[in-house]
């Protein structure tokens, strides 16, 4: 059973007349009776039931203790994924709801649209914190729901990309894939600009690969090394902005950075 969903520190913004986004936070936990709390108890417990006083238990003061439920690395992965698309579509539908629109997500084929209004829908989330039990079997990990952050972006101009990311990117990952012009500047900044700014173009590059469908690879080896003088100095204002956009000349798209929803749109 699909534990229930619940939306945290919804936050809504409108970049401009056409398009609009929004990042939240949904949790789930697992429902009582999805658990099989008896499975593991003494036989004898169950036996002879039919002579138990049932009015003697109307009197005693329950305590419910649930343990972690040890399922596989697959299983995790899947039940993951599952709610993580559950997720997405339920931040989707809180933002239809706050801009009063009746629509319905036509997610045959990419990009996703709206089936009435066609307006482009275009989803991101971040990896579940689960926590693993080092003591636990190997192949087998402890799950204690779903905690992920969620961003949906909603445009009728043209296909639009989103991508949240609470995670820097290792150094490491950034030369393998990255442009060889970018890994030329980045390594020519500080360690913290150098980090911030991996990740941005990280983010950037994910949009564009939602936006174009790259490949990864191909996507990841896209140059965008034009923009990180534009991010750097971007990063020095991020502290009195809430939001910093600008105009991309050499793509033709327009990019925004949510700092506080560490959140990247391109559109």
């Known amino acids: 059973m699909m534990p229930t969903l619940k939306l945290h520190n919804i936050q809504y913004s409108q970049l401009d007349s056409t398009t609009w986004c929004a990042t939240a936070q949904v949790t789930a ?35 419910y203790h649930i343990s972690n439920v040890s399922l596989s690395a697959r299983k995790i992965a899947y039940q993951q994924r599952q709610q993580q698309r559950a997720g997405v579509r339920l931040l989707l539908q809180s933002l239809l709801n706050k801009l009063s629109i009746i629509d319905s997500l036509d997610d045959v084929s990419f990009p996703y649209r709206l089936v009435n209004s066609q307006y482009y829908v275009c989803f991101s989330h971040t990896g579940a ?23 949906v972006v909603i445009s009728c101009h043209r296909s639009a990309g989103i991508d949240i990311e609470t995670n820097n990117v290792e150094w490491r990952v950034a030369k393998r894939f990255y442009h060889t012009n970018e890994i030329a500047i980045l390594q020519a900044l500080t360690f913290m600009q150098r980090d ?26 896209m140059d965008y090394s034009h923009l990180i003088t534009g991010l750097v100095n971007g ?13 991309d000349d050499k793509t033709g798209y327009y990019l925004v950075l949510l700092p506080e929803q560490q959140t990247v749109i391109v559109y």
């Open 129 to 151: 914190s689960s926590q693993n039990n080092s003591t636990q079997p190997s192949g087998e990990k402890s799950f204690n729901g779903l905690d992920n952050k969620v961003a």
């Open 235 to 247: 990063i020095e204002a991020q502290a009195q902005l809430p939001l910093l956009a600008f105009n």
């Open 196 to 221: 911030t700014v991996a990740k941005l173009l990280w983010q950037i590059k994910e949009c564009f690969i939602k936006i174009h469908q790259y490949k990864l690879a191909q996507g990841l080896g």
């Open 29 to 63: 936990s697992c429902p009582l009776e999805s658990l099989h709390l008896f499975d593991n108890l003494p036989s004898l417990f169950n036996a002879n039931v039919s002579n138990i006083n049932t009015d003697k238990f109307s009197h005693i003061t329950w305590h």
